[in-house]
């Protein structure tokens, strides 16, 4: 993994005096449009494609790509892609959304909606109540593993900072944006 560039929103909006910066935001759809940076593009992460990202930009390849996601994570991990690829003039936001907005610079708002790490916690919960709800009543051991596998799967996802039951709620229908606000 090569020396990841990144750039404070401070930075950012010093050199975006004009307003052309160009952000895309790989949070999810739904994520995008509940607040995003005004300036910014939507193409989450899960379907990010480096090499079709770059072809359809109006720029010149030795102007930078900014990646901003949440708070940084998952920018990280999308500009690695794109060194992955070849291209390395991509910077990450600092930060993220949550830098943008703490520092008061323009945003979008559309529909409010649970956030992802919040359906992730709901839905972990249940299956841990539930395991271990069904090992107490049915006094059959094999129910306990239920609550272990989840645990398990949060100390996982904790270590690696990639969570494969947020990866598989992120794609619910309730999770999706059907109304083209999004473009990738």
């Not at 307003?19 to 593009?41: C, L, N």
């Not at 949550?98 to 919040?118: C, D, I, N, Q």
């Not at 395991?131 to 949060?154: D, R, S, Y």
Request: include cysteine; glycine fraction near 10%; charge should be positive.
């Amino acid at each position: 993994m090569s020396k990841n560039r990144t750039i404070s929103v401070r930075q950012l909006a010093e050199n975006n005096k004009q307003g052309d910066a160009d952000i895309i935001d790989v949070r999810t759809s739904v994520e995008f449009r509940e607040v995003r940076a005004a300036v910014a593009r939507n193409v989450p992460l899960d379907s990010l494609d480096p090499h079709v990202v770059m072809q359809g930009r109006n720029r010149s390849a030795d102007e930078p790509l900014y990646v901003i996601c949440k708070g940084g994570t998952r920018g990280a991990k999308a500009q690695q892609k794109f060194i992955d690829a070849g291209f390395t003039n991509v910077i990450n936001l600092e930060g993220g959304t949550e830098a943008w907005l703490a520092a008061g610079l323009p945003v979008v708002r559309g529909k409010k909606t649970m956030s992802l790490e919040r359906q992730v916690r709901i839905a972990a919960g249940f299956l841990v109540l539930v395991g271990a709800l069904a090992a107490i009543i049915t006094g059959n051991v094999f129910f306990a593993g239920i609550p272990a596998f989840v645990g398990a799967g949060l100390m996982f996802a904790g270590i690696t900072d990639s969570c494969a039951m947020g990866m598989l709620i992120a794609k619910m229908p309730w999770n999706q944006v059907k109304d083209g606000s999004c473009s990738v």
